[in-house]
């Protein structure tokens, strides 16, 4: 038809125009929001559809007054370096709002001190946000809540009004740990920052294994902020003083770590020394022998955040909390292999 725009170039005006509405009839009709007649949706839904039409953010935002931004939040660049579970999480994000306008804005709290998160909100650049870790005094849930923005936390939080979701780590742990103590081995744990829920949360789960079996926790292998290889090294030299015989690791990184010392010395896995990790990797699952691990999906994780997110930016009623659960790998690592 002559005079018809091109394809690629037609405009949410174009569209209007054609079909004789305005455009806030055709923004509803494409975002399914607001008073509008079936029959005017229907014929705006065919003609772009006819038409191949891509509905443009920028615009799109415009009319709904919306940035269509979602904003996730992660730790300093070494964290997401050396932690799967980060990549696997954003990756879930992602990919659940690969069908939407919504596109990903990365935010990194480095050292908790929430800079740029602030400066986001001051400039009005997000419609909701996902908080990937949970810290004790952390800044990120608290400084969006006071702006009104809604959000959706990966991991724990003693505040039941934030809305989050989380793997049930104190059973994962307490399953697993039962396992290796069935194996009449003594435990020495591994783990990383107190301040993090997730490791106090896995620390409650080794802790309670032990109660149940009627096995004394000996403080003397119990051992926390095992952020560099240094540290690993004497918590490991203090376990096997100990008589520790299997090393539980609270993460793939640490035991990474742990496996690397153990090979430079020339230990045997698990002949001279067993070892297990509260979190899997692929590295930990092709390590030889393979590591004995708990296996979260954080990429169904992230995507389940994204869903509550949208949900609660769509108005629309959901959970205010939810579950993603878990499989236990026993691999040659603990003599365990299934």
Same mark, same amino acid.
């Given at each position: 038809m002559e005079g018809q725009p091109k394809t690629a170039n037609l405009t949410i005006k174009d569209v209007a125009r054609a079909l004789n509405v305005s455009t806030t009839t055709v923004s509803r009709a494409i975002s399914g929001k607001g008073r509008i007649g079936e029959d005017t949706a229907r014929r705006v839904r065919e003609?772009?559809? +006819?038409?191949n039409y891509v509905p443009n953010a920028i615009a799109q935002g415009l009319a709904d007054q919306k940035t269509y931004n979602i904003g996730v939040i992660v730790p300093e660049l070494d964290a997401m370096d050396s932690h799967a579970f980060f990549r696997s999480c954003v990756t879930g994000v992602c990919q659940e709002l690969s069908d939407t306008l919504y596109d990903v804005l990365m935010i990194i709290d480095e050292d908790g001190d929430g800079g740029k998160l602030a400066r986001a909100l001051e400039r009005g650049k997000l419609d909701g946000a996902i908080v990937s870790w949970a810290h004790v005094?952390?800044?990120?849930?608290?400084?969006?809540?006071?702006?009104?923005?809604?959000f959706v936390l990966v991991g724990s939080s003693p505040d039941t009004t934030i809305c989050r979701v989380d793997h049930d780590h104190r059973a994962a742990c307490a399953e697993l740990t039962r396992r290796l103590l069935a194996g009449g081995q003594k435990l020495a744990l591994l783990g990383g920052d107190r301040q993090l829920y997730v490791t106090q949360d896995r620390l409650q789960g080794f802790l309670k294994a032990? =109660? #149940?079996a009627g096995v004394a926790v000996r403080e003397d292998r119990l051992y926390f902020e095992m952020s560099n290889p240094e540290r690993v090294e004497a918590?490991?030299?203090a376990a096997l003083s100990a008589g520790a015989g299997c090393l539980v690791c609270m993460d793939d990184r640490i035991c990474a770590m742990a496996l690397s010392l153990l090979h430079h $010395?020339?230990? $045997?896995?698990?002949?001279?020394? #067993?070892v297990a990790s509260f979190y899997d990797s692929f590295a930990l699952e092709s390590y030889t022998p393979a590591i004995t691990s708990l296996h979260f999906d954080a990429q169904k994780l992230g995507a389940a955040a994204c869903r509550m997110l949208l949900a609660q930016l769509e108005g629309r009623q959901t959970s205010?909390? +939810?579950?993603?659960?878990?499989?236990?790998?026993? =691999?040659?690592?603990?003599?365990?292999a299934e």
């Amino acid at each position: 038809m002559e005079g018809q725009p091109k394809t690629a170039n037609l405009t949410i005006k174009d569209v209007a125009r054609a079909l004789n509405v305005s455009t806030t009839t055709v923004s509803r009709a494409i975002s399914g929001k607001g008073r509008i007649g079936e029959d005017t949706a229907r014929r705006v839904r065919e003609y772009i559809q +006819e038409h191949n039409y891509v509905p443009n953010a920028i615009a799109q935002g415009l009319a709904d007054q919306k940035t269509y931004n979602i904003g996730v939040i992660v730790p300093e660049l070494d964290a997401m370096d050396s932690h799967a579970f980060f990549r696997s999480c954003v990756t879930g994000v992602c990919q659940e709002l690969s069908d939407t306008l919504y596109d990903v804005l990365m935010i990194i709290d480095e050292d908790g001190d929430g800079g740029k998160l602030a400066r986001a909100l001051e400039r009005g650049k997000l419609d909701g946000a996902i908080v990937s870790w949970a810290h004790v005094g952390g800044k990120a849930t608290a400084r969006l809540g006071q702006a009104g923005v809604p959000f959706v936390l990966v991991g724990s939080s003693p505040d039941t009004t934030i809305c989050r979701v989380d793997h049930d780590h104190r059973a994962a742990c307490a399953e697993l740990t039962r396992r290796l103590l069935a194996g009449g081995q003594k435990l020495a744990l591994l783990g990383g920052d107190r301040q993090l829920y997730v490791t106090q949360d896995r620390l409650q789960g080794f802790l309670k294994a032990h =109660r #149940q079996a009627g096995v004394a926790v000996r403080e003397d292998r119990l051992y926390f902020e095992m952020s560099n290889p240094e540290r690993v090294e004497a918590a490991l030299d203090a376990a096997l003083s100990a008589g520790a015989g299997c090393l539980v690791c609270m993460d793939d990184r640490i035991c990474a770590m742990a496996l690397s010392l153990l090979h430079h $010395r020339g230990l $045997r896995i698990p002949q001279d020394v #067993q070892v297990a990790s509260f979190y899997d990797s692929f590295a930990l699952e092709s390590y030889t022998p393979a590591i004995t691990s708990l296996h979260f999906d954080a990429q169904k994780l992230g995507a389940a955040a994204c869903r509550m997110l949208l949900a609660q930016l769509e108005g629309r009623q959901t959970s205010s909390r +939810e579950t993603v659960g878990y499989e236990i790998a026993l =691999r040659a690592s603990t003599g365990q292999a299934e």
